[in-house]
T-cell receptor, first 112, second 114 residues
Framework: SQELEQSPQSLIVQEGKNLTINCTSS?????LYWYKQKYGEGLIFLMM?????EEKSHEKITAKLDEKKQQSSLHITASQPSHAGIYLC????????????FGKGTHLIIQP | GAVVSQHPSWVICKSGTSVKIECRSL??????MFWYRQFPKQSLMLMAT?????????EQGVEKDKFLINHASLTLSTLTVTSAHPEDSSFYIC??????????FGPGTRLTVL
């Protein structure tokens, strides 16, 4: 089964600073999803990457998928308090199933 | 973006009773929906894939007779936790797959079994 390793597990960043979260897979990724979750709430879809080398941006968040399609990074520029939360990467489980396997998440705290 | 709702948002029940959770895609049709479970401070774990008009597919270790899934229409899937026990207490989240393959998640249902 596919495993996703996220790093760091937690991150405290001063407001206005940039940050990067990584997601590494043990297998080739056929679809990589980034979500944001506030504890005890649902997931907010951020971006989906499918092609090697693909990069997408939304407001101050940029996600990239490497050429080998085994690693993705999420970069936040000029962080704001609204960016605080748990960031999860998810990928197609494989084996014919379409459900997502998730990493353990990165807990982001923004210090004012 | 697409909206997925869940009902109820939280439920407390006695051990041995059954609880039904609804998942609805509000502004799009979803032939496939998914049910996940999340324990405190852990990530989401896929429980089952719900297919409209056919039987659900369960992940290894998930009891199909305990977690009954029905996908009666293109906008509604239900998860029934039968004979609930305290160890079933968890945060249950559904997702619905849109045409572009993106999965949109509901707000979750917190189940507490006393």
């Amino acid at each position: 089964s596919q495993e996703l390793e996220q790093s760091p597990q937690s991150l405290i960043v001063q407001e206005g600073k940039n940050l990067t979260i990584n997601c590494t897979s043990s297998k080739t990724l056929y679809g990589l999803y980034w979500y944001k979750q506030k504890y005890g709430e649902g997931l907010i879809f951020l971006m989906m990457l499918q092609k090697g080398g693909e990069e997408k941006s939304h407001e101050k968040i940029t996600a990239k998928l490497d050429e080998k399609k085994q690693q993705s990074s999420l970069h936040i520029t000029a962080s704001q308090p609204s960016h605080a939360g748990i960031y999860l990467c998810g990928a197609i489980s494989g084996g014919g199933a379409d459900g997502l396997t998730f990493g353990k998440g990165t807990h982001l705290i923004i210090q004012p | 973006g697409a909206v997925v709702s869940q009902h109820p948002s939280w439920v407390i029940c006695k051990s041995g009773t059954s609880v039904k959770i609804e998942c609805r895609s509000l502004d799009f049709q979803a032939t496939t929906m998914f049910w996940y479970r999340q324990f405190p401070k852990q990530s989401l774990m896929l429980m089952a894939t719900s297919n409209e008009g056919s039987k659900a597919t369960y992940e290894q270790g998930v009891e199909k007779d305990k977690f009954l899934i029905n996908h009666a229409s293109l906008t509604l899937s239900t998860l029934t936790v039968t004979s609930a026990h305290p160890e079933d207490s968890s945060f249950y989240i559904c997702s619905a797959r849109a045409v572009e393959d993106t999965q949109y998640f509901g707000p979750g249902t917190r189940l507490t079994v006393l």
